[in-house]
Antibody, heavy 116, light 112 residues
Framework: EVQLLESGGGLVQPGGSLRLSCAAS????????MSWVRQAPGKGLEWVAI????????YYANSVKGRFAISRDNSKNTVDLQMNSLRAEDTAVYHC?????????WGQGTLVTVSS | DVVMTQSPLSLPVTLGQPASISCRSS???????????LSWFQQRPGQSPRRLIY???NRDSGVPDRFSGSGSGTDFTLKISRVEAEDVGVYYC?????????FGPGAKLEIK
């Protein structure tokens, strides 16, 4: 059974930093692209970043480029999202997702609130 | 970015009746590899999104066969043949052909 468990969310002031982590199990982690997708309260869904499984390439939404960094540790089956220079508009539930264009499983998410 | 639009955004449906949601993209979703990366997700209240359909018309394992997807190019449809109470939630289409991948605004299905 595929399981994705996010952690690291919380309240942070504007301009601050936060690091999210996702622990994955139940599939061959090394072989899959991993992603972060966010959902602002009461709003729709937005792709944040992806990290290719085989390619190792990373892609970012324009809204986070230069501020966020996605990384993965295939030995620990984890994918992280380092978020710097946080803004109020980054407030959202951040979901870890298995896959990229073909994403099929998502975690329950971790809430990030950017507020003073 | 590819803009995804959905209609209707609100869908009041009587139990046992069919429902249909349209999804349109601002450009063709046919990838250079020949696939069309259009997926449908269901988000029940308080839950994370669950994929129902991938590559336009392929139903995920465990998804009831009352759900079906169709379409091509820029026009796609999700159909529910007979709505059940557990189908209440928001339905999103998503394109995975062009980066950044984008979602539609969501169509909220409720029981009339």
């Amino acid at each position: 059974e595929v399981q994705l468990l996010e952690s690291g969310g919380g309240l942070v002031q504007p301009g601050g930093s936060l690091r999210l982590s996702c622990a994955a199990s139940g599939f061959n982690f090394n072989s899959y692209t991993m992603s972060w997708v966010r959902q602002a309260p009461g709003k729709g869904l937005e792709w944040v970043a992806i990290f290719g499984g085989s390619s190792g390439r990373t892609y970012y939404a324009n809204s986070v480029k230069g501020r966020f960094a996605i990384s993965r540790d295939n030995s620990k089956n984890t994918v992280d999202l380092q978020m710097n220079s946080l803004r109020a508009e980054d407030t959202a539930v951040y979901h870890c997702a298995k896959g990229g264009r073909d994403t099929d499983y998502w975690g329950q998410g971790t809430l990030v609130t950017v507020s003073s | 970015d590819v803009v995804m639009t959905q209609s209707p955004l609100s869908l009041p449906v009587t139990l046992g009746q069919p429902a249909s949601i349209s999804c349109r993209s601002s450009q063709s979703l046919v990838h250079s590899d020949g696939n069309t990366y259009l997926s449908w997700f269901q988000q029940r209240p308080g839950q994370s999104p669950r994929r129902l359909i991938y590559k336009v018309s392929n139903r995920d394992s465990g998804v009831p066969d009352r759900f079906s997807g169709s379409g091509s190019g820029t026009d796609f449809t999700l159909k529910i043949s007979r709505v059940e109470a557990e189908d209440v939630g928001v339905y999103y289409c998503m394109q995975g052909t062009h980066w950044p991948y984008t979602f539609g605004p969501g169509a909220k299905l409720e029981i009339k």
